[in-house]
C-alpha cells in the first residue's frame, strides 16, 4: 500500500519567516494530496489540497507545491504568525474504486512571537 | 466541519467492556470513515463505508466494529478484544466514495482505559 512520509517532525520559526513542510509518498497511483492542521485536541482542519494534474497551487500565505516525477510535496508558509501554530498532517489519496487516505506523521510547527 | 458530529467528546472504558462512539454527518456524504490518532502521530484508518449496509477494513481493524444502517450515521464499537483501546478517535466523510474528494472530519472522542 501507500507510505507517507513526513519531515520534519517539529519545526520552530520566528515569526514573520517562511516555514516548509515536506512529504514523500510511494504509490505513483496517488493523486490527491491534501494538507491538515491540527491544534491539540481538535479537529483536523483542511489548509490546502493539491491535485496530481496541476504543480503548485497558492493561497494568500500558504502554497503546496507537488513534484509527481520525484513522488514528494510539500507545504510553504510565508510570513508566519504565532497562529499558525499546530500540528500539521500531509496525506495522500489514491483513487482506484475508493478515497483511501494515507496520512504522515504531522510536524509539530512552532512559530515564537 | 459542523456538520459531522461525534458523541461522547470524552468516554472511560472498563476492562472487558464495549463501548460504542457515536458519528454522525448531515453533509449527504456517501463515504465515512473511522480514525484512531496516538500522541506524537498520524492517523490510522480503522474501517471505512462507501455506501450504506456496506464497509470495509482498514489497517487496524483488529477489536473493533462499525455498522452502517443509515447513511448518516456511522457508529464505532471498541469491543474487549482492543487491548490498547486508548486513543483519540476520529470520524470523517467524503462526498463521494471516489475521486479526489475532500475529506471532513468530526471533533473527535477521546477515549482512556481505566
Known amino acids: 500500500g501507500e507510505n507517507v512520509e513526513q519531515h520534519p517532525s517539529t519545526l520552530s520559526v520566528q515569526e514573520g519567516d517562511s516555514a516548509v513542510i515536506k512529504c514523500t509518498y510511494s504509490?505513483?497511483?496517488?493523486?490527491?494530496f491534501p494538507w491538515y492542521k491540527q491544534e491539540l485536541g481538535k479537529r483536523p482542519q483542511l489548509i490546502i489540497d493539491?491535485?496530481?494534474?496541476?504543480g503548485e497551487k497558492k493561497d494568500q500565505r500558504i502554497a503546496v507545491t507537488l513534484n509527481k516525477t520525484a513522488k514528494h510535496f510539500s507545504l510553504h508558509i510565508t510570513e508566519t504568525q504565532p497562529e499558525d501554530s499546530a500540528v500539521c498532517f500531509c496525506?495522500?489519496?489514491?483513487?482506484?474504486?475508493?478515497?483511501?487516505?494515507?496520512f504522515g506523521s504531522g510536524t509539530k510547527l512552532n512559530v515564537k512571537p | 466541519d459542523g456538520g459531522i458530529t461525534q458523541s461522547p467528546k470524552y468516554l472511560f472504558r472498563k476492562e472487558g467492556q464495549n463501548v460504542t462512539l457515536s458519528c454522525e454527518q448531515n453533509?449527504?456524504?456517501?463515504?465515512m470513515y473511522w480514525y484512531r490518532q496516538d500522541p506524537g502521530q498520524g492517523l490510522r484508518l480503522i474501517y471505512y463505508?462507501?455506501?450504506?449496509?456496506?464497509?470495509q477494513k482498514g489497517d487496524i481493524a483488529e477489536g473493533y466494529s462499525v455498522s452502517r444502517e443509515k447513511k448518516e450515521s456511522f457508529p464505532l464499537t471498541v469491543t474487549s478484544a482492543q487491548k490498547n483501546p486508548t486513543a483519540f478517535y476520529l470520524c470523517?466523510?467524503?462526498?463521494?466514495?471516489?475521486?479526489?474528494?475532500?475529506?471532513?472530519f468530526g471533533p473527535g472522542t477521546r477515549l482512556t482505559v481505566l
Open positions: 470523517a466523510s467524503t462526498l463521494g466514495s471516489g475521486g479526489a474528494d475532500t475529506q471532513y
Open positions: 504509490d505513483s497511483a496517488s493523486n490527491y
Open positions: 493539491i491535485r496530481s494534474n496541476v
Open positions: 496525506a495522500a489519496s489514491i483513487r482506484h474504486n475508493f478515497n483511501k487516505f494515507y
Open positions: 453533509l449527504n456524504h456517501d463515504a
Open positions: 463505508s462507501q455506501i450504506v449496509n456496506d464497509f
